[in-house]
C-alpha cells in the first residue's frame, strides 16, 4: 500500500482492509473500485475510464481517459480547473479566471481576466485580440452581452456595439448617442430620452423573408413617464405608456393590459392570444384569472393557484408550502416544497403510463434519498448542501464524501446494495450469492458467499462453516 497526499494508490484488490487506515471495496453504482483512508479524509474511485481522487474540503480530482477531460479544485470553490481536449479554464472565485480553446471559427484563442480591472485575450487571429484595463482604457470583444466595448476613462466615454447598433455613451450611463440600421436614439438619463426605428427585414434560410418591427419610443423623468409604440410594420403592434404613480396600460391586437394606480392598483387584462381574462386588486397580491391559456386564483400569502395545459404553481401561507408542475409531450415533472429548502419531493413520470422515471426527496441538513429509472438508488445522511444544489457534482466531490454520515446504494440492474456508517465503522453489501458485514472498520467481518459463512477477527479468518448440500 502506498498513501500520499495527492497522488495516493492502494495496491489491494476489492475487499481489502486495513482497519481504520484503509479500505477497498467494489463500487456499487457503477463497475470499478473504491479506496478510502482514514475514515473520512482520503479516498479514490476508478471505474470505467473515470478516476477520482480527493481529500475533502481540501482538492479533489476527476479524469476521464476516454473523452480527455481533467477536473480538479482546490479549497472549493476557491479554485478550480477545468479541461476538455484541448479548450481549458481556470478561476480563483470568478475573479481571477483564465481560459482558452478553439472558438466557432477554429482559432485558437487564450483569455485571462482580473475581474472587473483587467481583461486580455491573445488568439490566432490577431483581429480577435483586446486588452482592457478598467477605468482608464481598452478594448474588448464579447463581454457584457455586447459584441464590442471601447472606453476611455470609463465611464466618461464607452462605445458598444451589438449586431448593427453603435451605442457611445458619455458619462455612462446618463447620456448616450444611439445609432444602428435603420435606428437612431438619444438620451438624457433620468430627465428625457428617444428612439426610434423603422421596420426592417431579413432572409431566413429557407429564402423567406421576416419582418422585424420598427418602435418609437419616449422617455421623461425615468421612472416616470414613458410611452412607446413596439412592433410597428408586424401584425400585431404594441402600444404602451405609463404615467407613474396614476396609470400603466399596454394595447395590441393580441393582449390589451391596464393598471390603475401603478404599480399596486386594480388591473384588468385581456390576452387574446394565451386565450384568458385576469384581474387583479392589488395585482399581484389579489388575482383572478379564467380562460384556457390561464386559470389563477391568488389571495398572497395565504393561498394561490395557478395553472394551464403545461405549468402548474401552487401554494398556501407562502413560503411555507409551495408545488410547481411543469408538463412535456412525455413527461411531467412536479416539485413539493416545505419552507423552501426544508423538505422537497421531486417527481418525474411518464405521461402515458404513469411510471415514475425520477425521484427525489430531501430534508434539509439531515437527509436526502434519490431514486432513477433504471432502479438505482442512494441515500445520505447529513446533506449539508445536496438539497440545495441537487446533482453538483463539485460538492458531491469536495464535500458528501466527508460529512455523509450514513450512506447506502442499490444498484437496480444488478441487484447489489451497500450500506456505511460513519466512514465504513459498520459497512455492509449485499449480491445476489453473497452477504459481508464488517465492524470496527473492517476489523471484525463476517461473510457469507453462497454455501460457505467465515469470520475475521483482526484480518484473521477464526471460524468457516459450509452448509451441507
Known sequence: MACLAIGFSFKGEAGSSFGPLAQSFESTLNEGLREEYFGPLLYQESYGATRT?????????????????????????????????KEYRLQLLQFINAHGGKGRDQSDAQRFAVFPFYFQQRSTRPEDNYTAFLPFYGHMK?????????????????????????????????????KGNALQGWQVWPFAGWETKEPTTRTLM???????????????????????????????????????????????????????????????????????????????????????????????????????????????????????????QVTVRGRHQLLLYLYQHVEERLLDSGETTYERWSLWPLLTTERKQNGDRRFQALAL???????????????????????????????????SFFWNLFRSETTEHSHKVSFCFGLVQYQRKESKRQWRLFFIPFRTSSSTP
Open 206 to 328: 429557407n429564402g423567406e423573408e421576416e419582418t422585424i418591427g420598427g418602435h418609437r419610443r419616449l422617455t421623461l423623468f425615468w421612472p416616470f413617464f414613458f410611452n412607446q409604440k413596439n412592433g410597428i410594420g408586424t401584425e400585431n403592434p404594441q402600444q404602451q405608456s405609463a404615467f407613474v404613480p396614476f396609470y400603466s396600460y399596454l394595447k395590441s391586437p393580441n393582449r390589451d393590459s391596464i393598471t390603475a394606480p401603478w404599480p399596486l392598483g386594480f388591473t384588468i387584462t385581456h390576452d387574446r392570444e394565451k386565450q384568458y381574462r385576469e384581474y387583479g386588486f392589488p395585482w399581484p397580491i389579489v388575482v383572478w384569472a379564467n380562460g384556457e391559456g390561464k386559470t389563477t386564483r391568488r389571495f398572497w400569502p395565504l393561498f394561490g393557484l395557478s395553472y394551464n395545459d403545461s405549468l402548474r404553481s401552487d401554494f398556501a401561507l407562502w413560503p411555507i408550502f409551495r408545488y410547481r408542475e411543469r408538463k412535456t
Open 142 to 178: 464579447n463581454k457584457l452581452l455586447r459584441d464590442e466595448i471601447d472606453f476611455v476613462l470609463w465611464p466618461m466615454y464607452v462605445k458598444t456595439s451589438k449586431k448593427d447598433i453603435i451605442t457611445r455613451n458619455y458619462l455612462a450611463p446618463l447620456i448616450h448617442f444611439r
Open 385 to 419: 448542501l445536496e438539497p440545495i444544489l441537487p446533482g453538483n457534482e463539485s460538492i458531491e466531490r469536495n464535500f458528501s464524501h466527508a460529512w455523509s454520515i450514513w450512506r447506502s446504494e442499490a444498484n437496480g440492474e444488478t441487484g447489489k446494495s451497500s450500506r
Open 53 to 85: 481522487q480527493g481529500i475533502p474540503f481540501v482538492y479533489t480530482r476527476s479524469q476521464n481517459s476516454d473523452v480527455d477531460s481533467d477536473e480538479w479544485d482546490l479549497f472549493y470553490p476557491l479554485l478550480g480547473y477545468d479541461r476538455f481536449g
